[in-house]
T-cell receptor
Framework: AQSVTQPDIHITVSEGASLELRCNYS??????LFWYVQSPGQGLQLLLK??????LVQGIKGFEAEFKRSQSSFNLRKPSVHWSDAAEYFC???????????FGTGTRLTIIP | DAMVIQNPRYQVTQFGKPVTLSCSQT?????MYWYQQKSSQAPKLLFH???????NEADTPDNFQSRRPNTSFCFLDIRSPGLGDAAMYLC??????????????FGDGTRLSIL
């Protein structure tokens, strides 16, 4: 069965600084990979997804993620964070042909002035 | 805008009193999901409908049931809510294709409190 690890439970970043959130997955083949963001009291919003092709994926709100097969990683990055980026971020994986997502435990992002 | 709508946003019920949460979608997606999310945890899939086919997760308690009367609507019924069922319940939809997985679109959730 697939699994997702987000090793950082909580990250604090200064506004304007760069950000990288880590995600590692365990799966026998290349899975479908997603990053979702959840603001307090809200549902999950899709930031970006990777299915195949270019390993650097651009998403909404200035986020990008890079798929590295050799490291089984799909880290999320943003060059300059804004206060509105404070939220919970979930990495998720789904095997090919199976619509069920497996989520990581999430990383809470705090932005300080 | 096409979307996933959950009602109500907040629901309070009494211990043991049945409660129904609703989800509707205007995306015409054929797959609908229900997740339970407890505080500071990842969403946990309870079950999903692939068209009319119901798929229950092995560890979903019998206390949780679901109905999908048509493509647009899906309901989550909790027959006898316990204190441990207090959580955010998220509905999601996706358009399953044979060649690739389409991402899931989430509603804003219903926060359920048990008195």
């Amino acid at each position: 069965a697939q699994s997702v690890t987000q090793p950082d439970i909580h990250i604090t970043v200064s506004e304007g600084a760069s950000l990288e959130l880590r995600c590692n997955y365990s799966y026998g083949a290349t899975p479908y990979l997603f990053w979702y963001v959840q603001s307090p009291g809200q549902g999950l919003q899709l930031l970006l997804k990777y299915f195949s092709g270019d390993t650097l994926v651009q998403g909404i709100k200035g986020f990008e993620a890079e798929f590295k097969r050799s490291q089984s990683s799909f880290n999320l990055r943003k060059p300059s964070v804004h206060w509105s980026d404070a939220a919970e971020y979930f990495c998720a994986v789904a095997p090919f042909g199976n619509e069920k997502l497996t989520f990581g435990t999430g990383t809470r992002l705090t932005i300080i002035p | 805008d096409a979307m996933v709508i959950q009602n109500p946003r907040y629901q309070v019920t009494q211990f043991g009193k049945p409660v129904t949460l609703s989800c509707s979608q205007t995306l015409n997606h054929n797959v609908m999901y229900w997740y339970q999310q407890k505080s500071s945890q990842a969403p946990k899939l309870l079950f999903h409908y692939y068209d009319k086919d119901f798929n229950n997760e092995a560890d979903t308690p019998d206390n949780f049931q679901s109905r999908r009367p048509n493509t647009s609507f899906c309901f989550l019924d909790i027959r006898s809510p316990g204190l441990g069922d207090a959580a955010m319940y998220l509905c999601a939809t996706s358009r399953a294709l044979s060649r690739e997985n389409q991402p899931q679109h989430f509603g804003d959730g219903t926060r359920l409190s048990i008195l």
